[in-house]
């Protein structure tokens, strides 16, 4: 098992911020990336096209600066999450931007395209792609991803159903390149539980939420406080794929999240509302289970620091005799 060259030494913890629909923003990411984690965004974020330019140009320039600043602890690297879904009429115009500017690392969701992967490899950059089962994880690398991010159970958004055990067990059996996993994991404790599975990062996403930087309102965040695993509620039905979403937010959108209807996968729509009135990811907050380790909203680096000291505290618990 082995990083990509442009992780190797660059993390302060084996970590990947994933990107949050909405949520992730240029401040959050430039925060997460200054801790020493890999900060990320989605492409789709940037509204309208035009903006991801604008994003790219402020986050490469703030974290060159900062690096030039800080020779002896630079930022960790930046990624963006490109949907390859046939339903992404954008794709072709933010590749060529991620092109543009050599965005270091290129997450891939729903779908694994070879001609993406070959775009990002023409400058050097490295693809990670989402999957949720050994056969798609199959897929993805046969089209040229670098490496897989194995979504379990518990995952936030559109996460899969797989136990982390027996997900990461049965692409180790085959793979040995870059794994990380992504379900429930909100601690220290959780990122080397990660790694002692076979994964090489964690994969966390749904803590982020809860950060002064997030671009979520603050009722969002305080939900993220205030509840826990038994608050989160599987359903395809608001954008045609399964999904785990926050209670809370089912309830103020009028329905009962007990007993909704299945959705309609034909009428698949990332960015809206399925086949409810009320938008997904707006409206409807994603959200994973493992929320209950989320006490406060605190700025990225705090949450940042609060998971590398957890994440040593494990380590040495485990090592002492």
């Known amino acids: 098992m082995a990083l990509p060259q442009n992780l190797r030494g660059a993390l302060r ?3 990947v911020a994933a990107p949050l629909f909405i949520v992730s923003n240029p401040d959050l990411v430039i925060a997460q990336c200054k801790a020493g984690i890999v900060g990320s965004f989605p492409a789709l974020n940037a509204r309208p096209a035009a903006q991801l330019e604008v994003w790219l140009q402020r986050i490469t320039s703030e974290l060159d600066a ?3 600043a800080n020779p002896d602890r630079p930022a960790a690297p930046f990624a963006v999450n490109q949907i390859v879904h046939g339903s992404n009429d954008r794709l072709q115009h933010d590749l060529e931007m991620c092109v543009k500017y050599k965005v270091p ?3 891939t969701s729903l779908g694994a395209k070879a001609f993406v992967n070959d775009a990002v490899h023409s400058y050097g950059g490295v693809v990670f792609h989402d999957i949720i089962s050994n056969p798609f994880a199959r897929k993805a690398v046969d089209k040229g991803a670098d490496g897989l991010i194995a979504v379990a159970a518990g995952a936030g958004g559109h996460a899969g159903t797989i136990s982390p055990f027996a997900l ?3 692409i180790r ?3 040995d ?3 990380l996993l992504s379900g429930s ?3 220290g404790d959780g990122i080397l539980a990660a790694q002692a599975m076979g994964a090489d990062l964690a994969y966390i996403g749904s803590a982020f939420i809860a950060t002064v930087e997030a671009n979520a309102e603050l ?5 993220i406080v205030e509840n826990n695993a038994a608050d989160i509620v599987n359903s395809n039905l608001f954008t045609g794929v399964h999904g785990n979403y926050l209670r809370p937010s089912i309830i103020a959108a009028g329905m009962d999240p007990d007993n909704l209807p299945d959705g309609n996968i034909s009428a698949m729509n990332f960015g809206s509302g399925g086949d409810t009135s009320a938008k997904a990811w707006k409206d409807i907050w994603g959200c994973g289970q493992g929320i209950g380790a989320v006490k406060a909203v605190l700025p990225a680096a705090d949450l940042v620091a609060r998971l590398q000291r957890e994440y040593e505290t494990a380590r040495a618990r485990l090592l002492t005799p």
């Open 168 to 170: 990461v067990q049965e």
């Open 173 to 175: 059996e085959w793979f």
């Open 185 to 187: 994991i909100a601690t």
């Open 177 to 179: 390149g870059p794994l």
């Open 13 to 15: 913890l084996p970590l």
């Open 66 to 68: 900062y690096n030039q």
């Open 105 to 107: 690392i290129v997450i």
């Open 219 to 223: 009722a969002y965040k305080q939900a």
